[in-house]
């Protein structure tokens, strides 16, 4: 073998030698990529980036590992830095863990970060890190009541039954129209529809329809202030009494004006009795010349006395509606005088003096009863101020919490908290209640008004819509 020939064999075998070595220590070629890890936490509540108005929500996460189960001694979750593995309160499951902050380590508004690291029996680990928002002005939607009834469905069966109704007593009016030759002129005139029924019964029908339709838009609109319920029965309160509350003012007014007329009738009365009229001649003659709020009761009875009609009889129908106890009960004195006999207009005169000095201190008795009046709004607004008071230091307690039980435990805070406590109530559902408990006392405060002024509740709920408006204001503006 020439030389050439032997260095070429040479060098060939060098250059396999080389190449052995290479590939027995991994020279030359690329580290393998390391494999991914099959175990995935998956955050669940809260989301993600969300806000909640819960000071103590349920923390949640999920694992999916389709090579090995989780190996529960190795999940740990992080709340703000801190380990709360062990916490009361957490639930550790090869699924998923749970942990629901104690009230004692109630969250604060603000942003909290929730770490959760796990590895299941081969060794595979994984971490998951997010973070949401404690925001205590807003309040998880409550779940709606009318989930499985749909409103528009109900309105409808509602109007099918009212046009059914319809159609039959629209076949019952015609077939009396053919039998009896019916007239809604000639029915009306001796049946007349009862002044409650357009002044209470429909608005409270109207103000029914409104709450449904109000409740189920507001259980079913997302961003609506937490109070949103409250203010659809404030409306529906004011549909329902406003007529009710106009008409009962009024009356009331209209039967002091009847008072005070009445009682100058008696005087003329008796002054046309001393003339020589007799009872129902002096009536006859008056009806002719009134001009005031009795002209038109006075016309009726005239025309009662010239049919023939007894006197008694006809001042009974006449004051009737005038809806006044002293009015009938004068009237009632001058009937039984007037059947007797004797001095009859000695008698009437004395009734309208009598009368005319009640009337009189009855007005003169209003204008004291102001005061009072006054003072009831004063407590009323010094009652509001006193709570509104409460709700601005409501955040700088933390929460409030009562108990019921140990009346010597101090009140607790977010620190600290006794055995016999109440859960803590958040400042959005303490401002519920307190709007709610001024709603309340509004419509009482208006109620007592009315019995303490003029005898009647109903009288006062002029003042109940007042106070009631007058409350809804201050909390939407102060504490929208």
């Known amino acids: 073998m020439n030389a050439n020939l032997r260095s070429v064999l040479l060098v060939l075998l060098a250059v396999a030698l080389a190449l052995a070595v290479a590939g027995s220590t991994g020279v030359g070629r690329a580290a393998p990529r390391p494999a991914l890890s099959p175990l995935a936490i998956d955050p669940v509540s809260p989301a993600p980036g969300s806000a909640t108005g819960s000071t103590t929500p349920t923390i949640e996460a999920t694992f999916s590992d389709p090579v090995a189960p989780v190996n529960l001694g190795s999940v740990t979750m992080f709340v703000d830095g801190e380990n709360v593995t062990g916490v009361q309160g957490m639930t550790i499951t090869p699924a998923n863990i749970l942990y629901t902050p104690p009230s004692i380590l109630a969250l604060k508004n603000g942003l909290h970060n929730v770490t959760v690291d796990a590895a299941d029996i081969d060794g595979n680990r994984a971490t998951v890190t997010w973070n949401f928002t404690v925001n205590t002005n807003i309040t998880t939607p409550a779940g709606n009541p009318f989930a499985a009834v749909k409103v528009t469905t109900l309105l409808l069966y509602i109007g099918i039954g009212a046009a059914v109704s319809g159609a039959l007593v629209g076949g019952y009016i015609l077939f009396l129209r053919q039998t009896a030759n019916f007239t809604f002129r000639r029915y ?8 409650l029924v357009f002044v209470l019964y429909v608005p409270l029908a109207v103000a029914f329809v409104f ?18 319920v409250d203010y659809v029965f404030i409306i529906a309160i004011f549909i329902a009494l406003t007529l009710f509350g106009i008409d009962a003012r009024r009356e009331m007014l209209r039967i002091r004006v009847f008072e005070r007329a009445f009682s100058q009738l008696l005087f003329e009365m008796a002054d046309a009795m001393r003339g020589g009229l007799d009872p129902a001649k002096a009536i006859v003659e008056l009806a002719k010349t009134h001009t005031n709020i009795l002209q038109k009761p006075l016309r009726v009875a005239s025309d009662g006395i010239r049919l023939g009609r007894p006197f008694e009889k006809v001042l009974t129908d006449m ?5 006044s106890d002293l009015i009938t009960r004068y009237a009632g004195l001058v009937a039984d005088a007037t059947s007797v006999g004797g001095e009859t207009a000695t008698v009437v005169y004395r009734a309208a003096k009598d009368m005319d000095d009640f009337v009189k201190i009855e007005e003169e008795r209003e204008k004291q009863l102001l005061l009072p009046v006054a ?4 407590a009323f607004a010094v009652l509001m101020a006193v709570l509104f008071a409460l709700l601005y230091i409501a955040p700088e307690l933390g929460t409030l919490n009562i108990s019921f039980l140990g009346f010597s435990q101090p009140l607790s805070t977010g620190a600290q908290k006794s055995a016999s406590s109440v859960p803590h109530l958040a400042f959005s559902t303490l401002k519920e209640r307190f709007f709610e408990l001024m709603v309340i006392n509004a419509l009482g405060t208006g109620a007592i008004i009315g019995a303490f002024t003029e005898g009647r509740a109903r009288y006062g709920i002029l003042h109940s819509l007042a106070l009631v408006a007058a409350t809804a204001v201050a909390f ?3 504490f929208p």
Do not use: C, Q, R, W
């Open 375 to 378: 003072v009831i709004y004063i």
């Open 211 to 228: 709450i449904l339709l109000g409740l189920d838009y507001v259980y079913t609109t997302a961003g609506l202030p937490s109070n949103a």
């Open 188 to 195: 009306f005139a001796t049946h007349p529809v009862e002044h």
């Open 319 to 323: 004051v009737a509606p005038m809806k």
């Open 476 to 478: 939407l503006f102060l």
